[in-house]
């Protein structure tokens, strides 16, 4: 299983990729890549995934496209994007020395708390249901 390679997703400007890249788009004005990029990278996410599409380390194209992205309103929209902008914050923060990378641990784990709990809300995931989540 991927409990030690969980997935992760990022954002990239145009580049050459290799053939093992997954590109994740959105079809629609109302999920935006960084909305998209946070809530995959949720603990709902990597556990659904690996639970009903692909528990391997290898995740195909196909894989990908199976990921059940609710469709967002504004206001989740700016929620969502505000996380990730606050997580990239960090990460050029500690890239840049001005944080150790110890606070910046810290930092993004209080950051993954609160997405999981918004993710659990996004999806109606009842008290029991994120227990089980939770636990895995």
Do not use: W
Not at 45 to 58: A, G
Not at 70 to 84: A, G, H, R, V
Not at 112 to 126: M, S
């Amino acid at each position: 299983t991927r409990t030690t390679n969980d997935l992760k997703f990022t954002i990239t400007a145009p580049a050459v990729n290799d053939m093992a890249s997954n590109k994740l788009t959105s079809l629609i004005n109302n999920a935006s890549n960084k909305y998209i990029a946070t809530v995959c990278n949720s603990k709902l996410i990597n556990i659904y995934t690996e639970s009903f599409i692909n528990f391997t380390v290898n995740f195909p194209h196909n894989s990908t496209r199976q990921i059940p992205i609710i469709i967002p309103t504004n206001k989740q929209i700016s929620d969502f994007e505000n996380l990730f902008d606050r997580a990239y914050e960090i990460k050029v923060s500690q890239f840049d020395s001005k944080i150790t990378n110890a606070s910046a641990e810290q930092r993004l784990h209080e950051i993954q708390i609160e997405l999981d709990e918004k993710v659990y809300k996004l999806y109606g995931l009842t008290k029991e249901e994120v227990e089980i989540v939770e636990k895995s």
